[in-house]
């Protein structure tokens, strides 16, 4: 599975981004679906992921009720949508799939990164 991360970019505080994370094979509905990021100075930090029918989904508590993610598994493609946006979302964004678990620091795939800067 390759992941292409695309949607990043500059958002004043309050605002709005919606990431995407469009992979190519035809496996792509039977994995995990994963976003995390990492802010400058800080450790990578997953921030929700996404079981492969939809059903099950998580959040980090610091985004909570602000980002949800969903994925299109006919479009292979999964989404971050990011409201409310706050100064201390600025990072690189990571997509990544994992075959068997829904929450792992060690997904099987990583797609690159896209920046996000909230300006305050």
């Known amino acids: 599975v390759q992941l292409q991360a695309s949607g990043g970019g500059l958002v004043q505080a309050g605002g709005s981004l919606r990431l995407s994370c469009t992979a190519s094979?035809?496996?792509?509905?039977?994995?995990?679906m994963g976003w995390f990021r990492r802010a400058p100075g800080k450790e990578r930090e997953s921030v929700a992921a996404?079981?492969?029918?939809?059903?099950?989904?998580y959040y980090a508590d610091s985004v909570k009720g602000r980002f949800t993610i969903s994925r299109d598994n006919a479009k292979n493609t999964a989404y971050l949508q990011m409201n409310s946006l706050k100064p201390e979302d600025t990072a690189v964004y990571y997509c990544?799939?994992?075959?068997?678990?829904?929450?792992?620091?060690?997904?099987?795939?990583w797609g690159q990164g896209t920046l996000v800067t909230v300006s305050s």
């Open positions: 094979g035809r496996t792509f509905s039977r994995n995990n």
């Open positions: 996404i079981g492969w029918n939809g059903r099950t989904t």
């Open positions: 990544a799939a994992d075959r068997t678990e829904l929450v792992t620091t060690t997904p099987d795939y």
